[in-house]
């Protein structure tokens, strides 16, 4: 009874909890550490900096009335991560050696022994 509870708490079936570590995961790596190096090389300025220069491109394109699409995204999107940063569980310089991976093992370990268990006969 308590391998069935664990297998869903909450309302939360583990496989959408390991999905969820999964994602967590990519993002963290594709996202957060990119900007955690930028922000650890060039200082808590980096992305006033990045924001200045894609200001800049704008002004830039919309003076000769090129399109502006493209930069003006990519604008938005600096300005959210230095509006988000503060709002981060860590310090985002903390993301540079934190473990991103034992949420995703535990729940998949989890899984497997929920699994073995389920497979094994019922002893009497």
């Not at 050696?97 to 389920?118: C, G, R």
Request: charged share 15%; no cysteine.
């Amino acid at each position: 009874a308590m391998l069935g509870e664990l297998a869903q708490l909450e309302g939360v079936p583990l496989d959408a909890a390991i999905r969820a570590a999964e994602l967590t995961r990519a993002a963290v790596r594709v996202i957060v550490l990119p900007v955690a190096r930028l922000m650890s090389l060039l200082g808590s300025g980096a992305l006033n900096v990045l924001l200045g220069a894609l200001t800049a491109a704008h002004n830039a394109l919309a003076f000769v009335h090129a399109d502006t699409t493209g930069i003006d995204a990519l604008r938005d999107t600096v300005a959210s991560w230095q509006t988000g940063v503060s709002t981060l569980p860590i310090s985002l310089e903390a993301y540079l050696t934190a473990d991103i991976t034992s949420a995703e093992a535990y729940l998949k370990a989890l899984k497997h022994l929920i699994e073995t268990h389920h497979s094994q006969p019922a002893h009497v």
